[in-house]
């Protein structure tokens, strides 16, 4: 696939034209609701831009690329054509996709697409940008993922799965949840910086996000003086805190180099505000069906198209997870872990209010046996080619057998790694030995099984599993950012092939 050509610009008549003529595909793609909420949305956003030029002002959005986001792309390119046929001249837009590991091929393709639908890379009056851990650069749907990324996403992955026996939604998110934050700074600070933000969350959703954050970095943060700064700066100061304070649980106190390559950035614009589009449209898929799928191209791919959105492929190998649970830990069956899962993330779909065509894909794409051993051979694929992880290492992260003191080491050894069960207590004296101490080829068949190095296999074996508090201070971050995300249930299952129901909690996306 081609890049996106560089802004080429182009005479007032047929940068008028282009414009013009973009707004009139736009109308037609959309519904008449929410052509309307455009309207009204640019009205209430001109009353808040800040500089008396309109061209002066910057307006970013982010862009994710599933479903919602390719929306909420759409209506804001249709506001500022909007601002630019009622006033002749409009704001700057700002685009921005926080890529990681766990998006698919297909999700850089339907942003390809959408931009090109929206006539993004024609338009001076556009800036799509692309954030790589923190390099800020134009978007390129074919530019190679860094590898320093793969890296970080990997080892973030799985520190945090073995401390919380690979519950999907810490996992995969909790890295990459404070990494997008990132994105949001990094782009809002990125030459000269930008004006406003546009959300598509409601003024509550924001709220609460805030206070959420807000008490996390007040119970668990460790550096965050006092400080004069408010509003978004305020918040992205906050969540930098907070994302110091969870890589040092992760990675141990002395990981000062992996802390400051995940910090947040907040070197922002003191004025910068947020600006909610919420109120002005819906966004339900299925009232802008035609917009998404013939206007803007939008694909729902197998793997990228995972329950609850359509911009990363984790959600797959969430469903894995739960069948290897199944399978391994509780000893029943690979498709009842997943007929668990299935069920608990169709209900989440059902509260984001996905159309039931949706929902009915989702449902047939696990619904016998034979879909189950595809969508496993999927998992493992993409798990693989994403993360470098074979079945057998997510199985390892499943048993977490190695924060607590190895607490759980000897059960993973019996049963998945029996040749090793009598070398037990000198594995377990090789984790507690001081970092200086070489394992030779006990420390490589460890890493072999596990994918962790010798030394973050230490620091696990150090650390508290989640639930715990750790023995120097008390505090249990990961327990207690699982406890505010409201992606999870408690579901019945047994944890044995004919033992009793009990309840569990699930996560996941």
């Known amino acids: ?55 002066d002002n910057a307006v970013l959005v982010a862009y994710g690329g599933g479903k919602d986001s390719s929306y909420s792309l759409a209506f804001c390119r249709a506001v500022q054509l909007m601002v630019y046929a009622e006033k002749g001249e409009t704001f700057r837009l700002r685009t921005v996709t926080n890529r990681h590991a766990g998006m698919p091929k297909a999700v850089m393709e339907n942003i390809d697409r959408a931009y090109r639908a929206l006539r993004i890379p024609e338009d001076p009056g556009c800036e799509a940008l692309l954030v790589d851990g923190d390099e800020v650069k134009p978007f390129r749907a074919d530019e190679a993922l860094a590898p320093q990324v793969v890296a970080r996403n990997r080892v973030d992955l799985l520190m945090t799965g073995h401390r919380t026996f690979a519950e999907p939604r810490p996992t995969f998110c909790n890295a990459c949840n404070l990494s997008m934050v990132n994105s949001f700074g990094a782009a809002a ?23 959420w954050v807000n008490r996390l970095a007040r119970s668990y943060g460790q550096h965050l003086d006092k400080s004069a700064e408010s509003g978004f700066r305020r918040f992205l100061e906050k969540a930098d805190d907070l994302a110091q304070a969870y890589f040092t649980d992760i990675f141990g ?17 003191h004025e910068l505000r947020f600006f909610s589009i ?31 959105e359509s911009d990363c492929g ?20 690979y498709r009842e872990g997943l007929e668990e899962y299935v069920e608990f993330a169709l209900e989440l779909m059902r509260r984001k209010e996905f159309p039931e065509r949706l929902i009915d894909t989702m449902r047939e794409r696990y619904a016998d046996d034979r879909d189950g051993e595809r969508m496993r051979a999927k998992a493992n694929a993409f798990a693989l080619d994403a993360f470098g992880l074979t079945e057998a290492q997510l199985i390892c992260m499943i048993y977490s057998p190695f924060p607590g003191r190895g ?29 200086t101490e070489d394992g030779g080829g006990l420390a490589a068949r460890l890493e072999s099984c596990s994918g962790l190095a010798l030394d973050r296999l230490r620091v696990l074996y150090r650390s508290p599993p989640a639930g715990q508090a750790g023995p120097a201070d008390g505090k249990d971050l990961m327990g207690a950012i699982l406890a505010g995300d409201p992606h999870k249930a408690v579901i019945p299952t047994r944890h044995t092939p004919d033992g009793p129901v009990v309840h569990e909690l699930i996560s996941g996306r």
């Not at 109120?279 to 329950?307: C, E, I, P």
């Not at 984790?314 to 069956?333: D, I, N, Q």
Request: proline share 6%; net charge negative; glycine share 6%.
């Open 1 to 55: 696939m081609k890049a996106l050509p560089d802004h080429r610009t182009p005479s007032a008549a047929g940068l008028r034209a282009l414009r013009e003529q973009t707004l009139h595909r736009l109308r037609t793609a959309m519904t008449e609701t929410n052509g309307g909420g455009a309207q009204r949305c640019a009205e209430r956003l001109l009353a808040v831009l800040p500089k008396r030029k309109l061209q």
């Open 189 to 211: 600070a990125h030459d000269g910086g930008v004006d406003v933000i546009i959300t598509g969350d409601s003024p509550a959703e924001q709220r609460s996000y805030y206070l």
């Open 253 to 269: 106190p002395d990981a000062e180099t992996e802390v400051g390559d995940r910090r947040v950035t907040h070197d922002v614009p």
């Open 278 to 308: 919420y109120d002005d449209t819906r966004y339900s898929a299925s009232g802008h069906w035609h917009l998404l799928n013939d206007h803007l191209g939008f694909v729902f791919d197998d793997l990228a198209f995972s329950f609850t």
């Open 314 to 333: 984790t959600p797959t190998v969430m469903a894995h997870l739960r069948g290897l649970k199944c399978e391994r830990l509780y000893r029943r069956s």
């Open 407 to 435: 607490e759980r080491l000897d059960g993973y050894l019996e049963a998945e790694q029996p040749d090793l069960f009598p070398r037990a207590a000198e594995i377990h004296a090789l984790l507690a030995a001081p970092d």
